[in-house]
């Protein structure tokens, strides 16, 4: 993230995935501090998405840190070269309970043809379509995700998403299923206001006796 976006008090890790290989970020506090990952192109143009997301997760999910934290995902979706499937992915940014939102890189006309000769049989291995991948790794947390074409507009996404940490709430609730069992439990956030949508974390874990 640009210096100077991330708001004072936060916490993100950003996790940017690059051909060859990936790397998961520590974590920075403070106004316009950011963590950053990637390492150089290997020589095979390989990405492992949903492994880097998951070192990002466990990065952050530190018990007992009140400061706000976010997950920032830089990639075009694609995943050729993880070991663990999307849902393992979706099941950590779940668990470390914080707001995900991705940036995703679109491609140019030339591109999007060639991927649509060679990229259905992978995605159908695979289970996900690029940008429905990241759909499913924003929603259950109540982030979103950003098409882009254009890399100058990282920054204003960047901006958006800043805002959107500065104008959080924190709502609380006592559920009706007391059951300690882990398990996962979906709730949703209505306003009475007509026309307002609300974004939220899917769900969350029961906590285990």
Request: with cysteine.
């Amino acid at each position: 993230m640009p210096v100077g976006v991330s708001p004072a008090g936060s916490s993100m890790a950003v996790v940017g995935v690059t051909t060859g290989s990936t790397s998961a970020c520590g974590t920075s506090t403070g106004a316009g501090a950011a963590s950053g990952t990637g390492a150089g192109a290997g020589a095979a143009a390989l990405s492992a998405l949903y492994d880097a997301v998951i070192e990002g997760a466990r990065a952050i999910a530190e018990p007992g840190r009140n400061e706000k934290r976010a997950i920032v995902i830089l990639s075009d979706g694609e995943d050729t070269a993880s070991v663990a499937p999307l849902t393992d992915a979706v099941e950590a940014v779940r668990h470390a309970e914080v707001p995900v939102y991705s940036i995703a890189i679109e491609f140019g006309d030339a591109d999007r043809s060639w991927r649509r000769a060679v990229d259905p049989l992978w995605r159908q291995l695979r289970g996900a379509s690029e940008i429905g991948a990241l759909n499913k790794l924003t929603d259950a947390t109540g982030g979103w995700t950003f098409p882009i074409e254009a890399a100058k507009r990282c920054k204003e996404v960047c901006l958006k998403i800043a805002d959107e940490l500065r104008n959080q709430y924190l709502l609380g609730y006592y559920p009706t299923n007391t059951v300690r069992d882990g398990q996962w439990r979906t709730n949703r956030v209505r306003s009475t206001r007509p026309g307002i949508e609300l974004k939220t974390r899917a769900g969350y874990y029961a906590p285990r006796s």
